[in-house]
């Protein structure tokens, strides 16, 4: 039982965030598959579409928060899902690590990528 | 005392058409969310091909040089197969939306006695955004 | 038993002739383990109507019942007729070692939640008219099987007794006679999750329960619940018990299935009191930010 | 073996309060039951608990209801010690965070009763005995003591002297249902028995299945006389299938009883010309028995309990749970066709005999809650008065157990220079003899006070013995039939309705199960949770029981509280101002009778005409 007496709980914070993420994501994520599906379709883009696009402040940092909230709602998750199905001790610890790695990759690499598209880079 | 022994299909999923709507809201919800985080790693791997789209490397397509960014993308998007995967994609996404919207109500405590109304609400309008997205994303494909 | 056929009270209820001791298991299994001849119930006089049944069967000391199986009944039908009645008649008149826990008859001891066509329900609180044919009894799942329907309860106890679920109020009013005051309105927000029974309906239906055995479970966190709403007790005592619901097992491991609520007998709304804790845990958390 | 100081046998509301309160004292207590406690049978008790916690009110009222309720068969200083400790143990249950109804002001909730001259009951909605029960349970949990769940307790161990107020009980032998482990349970300072009521005598009852009388019977045959066993409670509106309780509630608010011509019995054959359905239990269960008896009933079994006439609304407002229960157990919806009701025992006014410290004559033997009779309930229990016995005298039970000076007791237990014999009832056959050392008789030694270990280890070695000798036993009778032949007998000739010539009837049918049960046997060669053994050695107990309110009829020539005698309908002060006790003396019951004590601390409760 009460192993953990500290205020600060993962779990909840976890919990907490997901929704916080998931909430931000609605908006974020329909207005990204309408801009892209619908308003300009994706057989159609191309790399100067982009460009152009992504030279906009806002669109730009809309895009990167929106990787940061996609990737930590996403791997977070994941991490619950498999943390749910039972995963315990060093299993545990790799799997989080694994995960940490993988998204910091995936927020780094996703960076880039819209950095080299608002051809800052 | 009691013995443990293995009971089969009474332990695990096996019963699922004993199912729920809320057990049922889950295991979509799982399966919507795992689809979208390894949508996202592929879909930025796709668009790392900006990198070199950005230095003004190219690609032959019919004998032009075209951007490999904007080669890369159009020829995926000429696949029908792509296309196909891609309303996979807006179900998937819209159903975790909405289910995500019926679970951070839940969150909320609004509306749980409609629980299960609400998963069948969000199966069904999936269904019917998804039917009619179908046209757009069809339209300029060449097979 | 066939000395006493001519006993005037005894009802009137077909008696299996072939029944046999369990020392030949193969006998046992082909005629006293259940499969009743359905001729001779249709002799009975209750309007001529069975009930099909069949019950699972299992006891790891019994050599013809280690290995897990069904056995058939088939009861005379009465209006009214609980699940509880039915397995009731056919230990009674077929089958004297069908085992299954049973009391209060009534929805009040918890004893009697079984597996009932693919959902946990209380026999006593079921009636047979309203089940599909046959009728599928098994021990709850995801609990150990002892023997036949009953399951070992020690975890679900467990669980229950993690919470810390009892009054911890030190403060008390001043004189024997003086009783602390509760507003109504609180009454009544905590009143569903009194009623739990301790059945364990709930906590068979949760699969997250079923894949974590360290998850509290739907019935623990609502006899938190049920303290930690109780304005009779004092802020303090609701933050201790916050923290030991916000472990890692607490109620973040609730995915909002619902099915422990769609199978309480007592209708408390188990998934509404978790998410209210959740949120509360949130909140208190929030205030050191 | 296991060694406690306190054993409390039975976890329902007095077993728990007794472990309690023992515990509080100082001891090392331990519970062992054949239910989890929450299963025991406490928790479906609806209507609450009366105590005089208000103003206007005070126990000396509540005193005098009980005692005219009880037909001044009670004894004075029980009821007052019952009604004076009432309060405070009501409100030490609030402390506990018992979740009682509340008034406006915060304060719990009291409601009117029948027989009560003040709205006395506290309650916690329609389910006081559930939240009762559970919160004593929580504070079990919270002193962490010990309790073995699922053991069922066989018998006691009992020293033998000749004379049973020589005898010195030290402790009990149970068996574990789940692995089927037969061990021996030594008590340093007493045995507290709370086994509950002993309803399953009756083919129809309120009672649960546990409910089988077995600490009656262990008692009994230890030599603890069993007090004024006639007086059986029935509750004239219980679901004929279940025997699950319809409360009094619906023929408050107007519901009326038909028999099967659609006539309103109770006015048009005259039962009740004034109060018709509201008239007395009892009265009313006569009437409905009447009906049935002469031809009138619904499928010769039971009458029509309508309250459809009331109309949906003001039924969903008042009665709703009424409708549940009616559809989940009977499947039957009240607001379209009338709900089909029968008597059913309900509540055993005697048990064990005990005194106010819950001491039994044998030394270190006690008895608390349905089981026991302090006699606070005489002839009539009222409702609302078992649940205050249970916390009151549970707690005086464990408290005494454990060393706690209580003062000199002012009833007697036991045979003694202050009882009578009973001389003039004729039997109908010799009762008890046949078939009486199933068991291993406890308290037949050779004569000698052995060492304690040395009777536990006897007498856990008798019941080895025992149970491998029904298991192995290949064929023979069923438990389940006997049980059902005896609940049927009592359920025809020891109901409601009681004729001398009946209960003879009913006394040679118990002789006969007697016999019978010689010849039982277990089918299930299991060790592992097995009921069939279980319920095997239940039935036995229940023929002990059985007979003894059969016996207790038969002599109690009159008409008194509960129980009728249609020789004799009137009460008869005259000589039956007096307990009926009877004792297992050498495999044969003994009877005989003592006095009821009517002075109490300040007044002496003359008996009065009983009406209301
Ligand atoms: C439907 C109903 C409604 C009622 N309503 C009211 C009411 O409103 N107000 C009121 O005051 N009273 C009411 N009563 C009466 C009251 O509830 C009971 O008299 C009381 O609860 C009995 O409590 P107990 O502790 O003596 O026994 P129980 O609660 O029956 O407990 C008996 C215990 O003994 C154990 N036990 C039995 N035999 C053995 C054995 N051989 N070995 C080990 N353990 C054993 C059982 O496991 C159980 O734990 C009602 C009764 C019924 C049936
Ligand atoms: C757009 C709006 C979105 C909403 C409203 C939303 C909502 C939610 C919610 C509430 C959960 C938590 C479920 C729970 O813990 O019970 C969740 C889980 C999850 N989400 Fe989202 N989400 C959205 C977008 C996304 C996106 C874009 C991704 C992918 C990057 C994603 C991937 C996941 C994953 C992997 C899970 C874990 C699933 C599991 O439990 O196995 N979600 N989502
Ligand atoms: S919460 Fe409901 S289902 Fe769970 S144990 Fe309690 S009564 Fe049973
Ligand atoms: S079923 Fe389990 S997941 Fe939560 S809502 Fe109930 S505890
Ligand atoms: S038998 Fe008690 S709850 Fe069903």
């Not at chain 3, 024997?176 to 009544?188: A, F, K």
């Amino acid at each position: 039982m009460a192993e953990r007496y500290s205020s600060f709980t993962p779990g909840g914070t976890g919990w907490f965030l997901q929704r916080i993420t998931a909430a931000f994501l609605v908006v974020v994520l329909a207005f990204h598959f309408f801009l892209l599906h619908f308003v300009n379709h994706a057989y159609e883009v191309t790399f100067m579409g982009t460009q152009a696009r992504m030279e906009n402040v806002g669109y730009f940092l809309t895009m990167v928060l929106f990787l940061i909230t996609a990737t930590f709602h996403g791997v977070n998750g994941v991490y619950n899902a498999l943390v749910n199905q039972g995963l315990e001790g060093t299993q545990k610890k790799a799997v989080l690590g694994v995960l940490v790695v993988a998204a910091l990759a995936l927020v780094g690499q996703g960076t880039y990528v819209a950095l080299t598209m608002a051809g800052m880079i | 005392m009691s013995q443990s022994y293995n009971r089969g299909l009474i332990e695990d999923f096996g019963r699922w058409k004993e199912f729920s709507a809320g057990m049922w809201a889950w295991i979509f919800h799982k399966f919507t969310g795992w689809m979208l985080i390894g949508y996202l790693f592929t879909h930025i791997a796709v668009l790392s091909t900006s990198i070199g789209g950005a230095q003004g490397e190219t690609t032959m397509v019919d004998g032009e040089a075209v951007n490999i960014y904007t080669a890369t993308l159009q020829g995926l998007e000429g696949l029908f197969l792509v296309r196909l995967l891609e309303v996979g994609l807006l179900a998937v996404a819209v159903f975790h939306i909405l289910n995500g919207l019926r679970l951070l109500m839940i969150d909320l405590g609004v509306g749980l006695d409609a629980q299960d109304k609400s998963f069948y609400a969000s199966l069904v309008l999936t269904g019917a955004i998804t039917v009619a997205s179908v046209p757009t994303f069809l339209t300029g494909v060449s097979v | 038993m066939s000395t006493q056929q001519a006993e005037p009270e005894s009802q009137e209820a077909p008696k299996d002739p072939e029944m046999q001791g369990a020392e030949s298991p193969a006998a046992e299994k082909q005629k006293g383990g259940g499969m009743v001849d359905q001729t001779s119930t249709d002799a009975s006089e209750l309007e001529g109507e069975t009930v099909h049944i069949k019950v699972f069967r299992y006891d790891p000391e019994v050599e013809a019942k280690q290995e897990p199986r069904f056995d058939d009944f088939h009861v005379p039908f009465e209006k009214g007729m609980t699940v509880l009645d039915a397995v009731m008649y056919a230990r009674d008149e077929y089958d004297s070692s069908l085992t299954f826990r049973h009391s209060c008859r009534q929805a009040v001891c918890g004893s009697d939640a079984f597996f009932v066509n693919g959902k946990q329900r209380l026999g006593c609180k079921t009636q047979i008219a309203d089940l599909e044919q046959p009728v599928r009894i098994e021990p709850l799942p995801h609990q150990e099987v002892v023997k036949d329907l009953v399951v070992d309860m020690d975890h679900f106890y467990d669980q229950m007794h993690t919470v810390e679920p009892y009054f911890q109020q030190e403060d008390l009013p001043d004189g024997e006679l003086e009783e602390q005051r509760q507003s109504r309105e609180n009454r009544e927000k905590v009143k569903m999750s009194t009623r739990c029974i301790w059945c364990g309906a709930c906590m068979s239906s949760c699969n997250i329960a079923a894949g974590d055995n360290e998850y509290l479970g739907p019935a623990a966190i609502n006899k938190a619940y049920r303290f930690a709403m109780d304005e009779r007790e004092d802020e303090e005592i609701k933050e201790h018990r916050l923290r030991i619901l916000e472990q890692e097992h607490g109620v973040w491991r609730c995915q909002t299935q619902f099915s422990c609520t769609e199978v309480c007998p007592k209708d408390i709304p188990l998934t509404e009191h978790i998410q209210e804790l959740k949120r509360e845990a949130v909140k208190k958390n929030l205030k050191f930010w | 073996m296991y060694e406690h100081d306190v054993i409390v046998v039975g976890a329902g509301g007095a077993g728990l309060r007794a472990a309690i309160a023992a515990h509080e004292a100082g001891a090392d207590v331990a519970m062992v039951s054949k239910l989890h406690p929450v299963r025991s049978h406490t928790g479906a008790a609806e209507g609450g608990i009366n105590a005089a916690l208000r103003e206007g009110d005070d126990w000396e009222l509540h005193a005098y209801d009980t005692m005219k309720g009880s037909d001044y068969l009670a004894d004075a200083p029980a009821v007052e010690t019952l009604t004076q400790n009432s309060p405070e143990e009501t409100i030490n249950l609030e402390h506990w965070g018992m979740p009682f109804s509340r008034e406006d002001d915060g304060r719990v909730s009291q409601r009117p009763f029948g027989g009560l001259s003040f709205p006395r009951t506290t309650y916690a909605g329609a389910e006081t005995g559930h939240h009762l029960l559970h919160v004593m349970y929580e504070q079990v949990v919270k002193r962490g003591i010990q309790v073995y769940d699922e053991w069922y307790v066989m018998d006691l161990v009992t020293t033998d002297e000749p004379d049973p107020n020589d005898r010195e009980c030290h402790g009990v032998v149970g068996y574990d249902v789940q692995s089927g482990k037969i061990e021996g349970f030594k008590a340093h300072d007493g045995v507290i028995l709370a086994t509950g009521g002993p309803g399953q005598a009756f083919d129809h009852t309120t009672n649960a299945v546990s409910c089988t009388g077995d600490g009656h019977a262990m008692a009994y045959r230890a030599g603890a006389p069993l007090e004024d066993m006639e007086f059986i409670q029935f509750h004239p509106t219980s679901l004929p299938s279940t025997g699950v309780l319809i409360s009094e509630g619906v023929r408050g608010e107007g519901g009326i009883l038909y028999n099967n011509e659609g006539e309103r019995f109770m006015f048009e054959h005259g039962y009740a010309n004034n109060d018709g359905e509201l008239a007395s239990r009892d009265v009313v269960a006569r009437a409905e028995l009447t009906e049935v008896n002469e031809g009138r009933g619904v499928n010769d079994e039971y009458v029509h309990l309508d309250m459809r006439h009331l109309g949906e609304e003001r039924i969903m407002d008042r009665l709703e749970n009424i409708l549940h229960l009616a559809e989940d157990f009977e499947g039957v919806d009240g607001l379209i066709e009338p709900m089909p009701v029968k008597p059913g025992q309900h509540y055993a006014m005697g048990g064990i005999e005990v005194d106010e410290h819950g001491q039994t004559c044998v030394d270190g033997l006690y008895a608390a809650g349905e089981c026991a009779c302090v006699s606070v309930h005489g002839g009539n229990r009222l409702g609302g008065n078992a649940l205050p016995e249970l916390i009151v005298f549970g707690k005086r039970a464990g408290r005494h157990a454990a060393g706690d000076d209580l003062g000199e007791p002012e009833i007697k237990t036991g045979y003694g220079d202050d009882v009578e014999d009973e001389t003039d009832t004729e039997l109908p056959v010799a009762p008890g003899k046949a078939g009486l050392d199933t068991t291993g008789s406890v308290a037949a030694d050779g004569g000698v006070t052995a060492e304690a270990d040395g009777i536990l280890e006897r007498s856990v070695e008798a019941a080895r013995e025992h149970v491998d000798s029904l298991i192995e036993k290949e064929d023979g009778v069923q438990h389940a039939e006997i049980r059902a032949k005896l609940q049927r007998a009592m359920t025809d000739y020891v109901n409601v309705f009681r004729t001398g010539d009946g209960i003879r009837k009913a006394l040679k049918i118990i002789r006969e199960c007697r016999q019978e049960y010689q010849n039982v046997y277990v089918d299930d060669p299991s060790r592992t949770f097995n009921t069939d053994l279980q319920q095997t050695i239940e039935t036995r107990n229940l023929i002990d029981v059985a007979e003894t309110i059969a016996l207790g009829a038969l002599v109690r020539n009159e008409f008194r509280g509960a129980h009728w005698r249609q020789e004799n309908q009137t009460r008869d002060d005259e000589n039956w101002l007096k307990h009926t006790l009877i004792s297992w003396d050498d495999g044969e019951p003994s009877i005989f009778y003592r006095p009821v004590i009517l002075d109490g601390e300040n007044k002496t409760y003359e008996p009065k005409e009983r009406s209301y």
